[in-house]
């Protein structure tokens, strides 16, 4: 049984960074896609990256491109999202979630479809 554990979260100054970390246990294909969603108070939850490991094509949300960087540790089955240049309106809940269909990175919004298992979320707070 697949699982994804968030970690990483925290508070963090406007234009400041943090990084995120999702580790991956029990997945049995070598090629498959991970993502990173978002969701704030009171909001819809929002995709912000994916990479296909069939490719290592990452995608991007565009309120976060240039800002944020999606990467893959092999050997520690784990993915990071690198978060620079952080705004206020970066604050939510973060997720990370394991599908086995392939995403077009190109393709916006970032959709969850074809995610079947969901981290139990990490808080990112952008603030002063």
């Known amino acids: 049984q697949v699982q994804v554990v968030e970690s990483g979260g925290g508070l963090a100054q406007p234009g400041g960074s943090l990084t995120l970390s999702c580790a991956v246990s029990?997945?049995?294909?070598?090629?498959?896609?991970i993502g990173w969603f978002r969701q704030a108070p009171g909001k819809a939850r929002e995709g912000v990256s994916l990479i296909n490991f069939s490719d290592m094509n990452p995608g991007y949300a565009d309120s976060v491109k240039g800002r944020f960087t999606i990467s893959r540790d092999k050997a520690k089955n784990t993915v990071y999202l690198i978060m620079n240049s952080l705004k206020p309106e970066d604050t939510a809940v973060y997720y990370c979630a394991y599908g086995e269909a392939y995403h077009l990175p190109s393709i916006q919004p970032i959709g969850d479809w074809g995610f079947t298992t969901w981290g139990q979320g990490t808080q990112v707070t952008v603030s002063a």
């Open positions: 029990g997945a049995t294909l070598e090629y498959y896609t």
